[in-house]
T-cell receptor, first 113, second 115 residues
Framework: GESVGLHLPTLSVQEGDNSIINCAYSNSASDYFIWYKQESGKGPQFIID?????DKRQGQRVTVLLNKTVKHLSLQIAATQPGDSAVYFCAEPEFSGTYKYIFGTGTRLKVLA | EPEVTQTPSHQVTQMGQEVILRCVPI?????FYWYRQILGQKVEFLVS????????KSEIFDDQFSVERPDGSNFTLKIRSTKLEDSAMYFC?????????????FGDGTRLSIL
């Protein structure tokens, strides 16, 4: 049968503006979350992680916010640059013998010059 | 920075043929994984591997699939008799430990095209 690809939500931002990418997770018991960036033709690249005992974690130009009440994660990118254009995934580990990652659908970030 | 490397970057194979995808995980990592991503779809877990044996495998990882660590550096995924629906990007990943708050690091993948 014909396979139907996922329609990726797309966020378009002007270069220099801040970007906010959101993710909802399903397992309220998850204690760790990761954001990955995937550029065209490349594998998921680790950006930042956060443990569930934190609400916020900052990296270089990136901040992850965790709201456990509503099971929501966000990735904030400051002063977005053309090199930030990619698909961004949140992932949470699921344990069933080992920890495998369950990836979200992803959001495509387009940076407009 | 250490990285996971995968070869080849693109593999084209006739349906029914065997294919071996190769990975060199990060050198001090002990846990290895294969994921796949069908075009336009989510990244899906296939298998995890530790101490020379499979730790967990998904429903996708049927008898046509096998993994091996033939030496101290390589980690391979073999598909014995490829099908059209095996066409996908295959990503290898590794981690230092298999605890929940330990990131898995991914390679750039092998694009497998089955004709």
């Amino acid at each position: 049968g014909e396979s139907v690809g996922l329609h990726l939500p797309t966020l378009s931002v002007q270069e220099g503006d801040n970007s906010i990418i959101n993710c909802a997770y399903s397992n309220s018991a998850s204690d760790y979350f990761i954001w990955y960036k995937q550029e065209s033709g490349k594998g998921p690249q680790f950006i930042i992680d956060i443990r569930s005992n934190m609400d916020k974690r900052q990296g270089q130009r990136v901040t992850v916010l965790l709201n456990k009440t509503v099971k929501h994660l966000s990735l904030q990118i400051a002063a977005t640059q053309p090199g930030d254009s990619a698909v961004y995934f949140c992932a949470e580990p699921e344990f069933s013998g080992t920890y495998k990652y369950i990836f979200g659908t992803g959001t495509r970030l387009k940076v407009l010059a | 920075e250490p990285e996971v490397t995968q070869t080849p970057s693109h593999q084209v194979t006739q349906m029914g043929q065997e294919v071996i995808l190769r990975c060199v995980p990060i050198s001090n990592h002990l846990y290895f994984y294969w994921y796949r991503q069908i075009l336009g779809q989510k990244v899906e877990f296939l298998v995890s591997f530790y101490n020379n044996e499979i730790s967990e495998k998904s429903e996708i990882f049927d008898d046509q699939f096998s993994v091996e660590r033939p030496d101290g550096s390589n980690f391979t995924l073999k598909i014995r008799s490829t099908k059209l629906e095996d066409s996908a990007m295959y990503f290898c990943a590794s981690s230092e430990a298999v605890i929940s708050n330990q990131p898995q690091h991914f390679g750039d993948g092998t694009r497998l095209s089955i004709l």
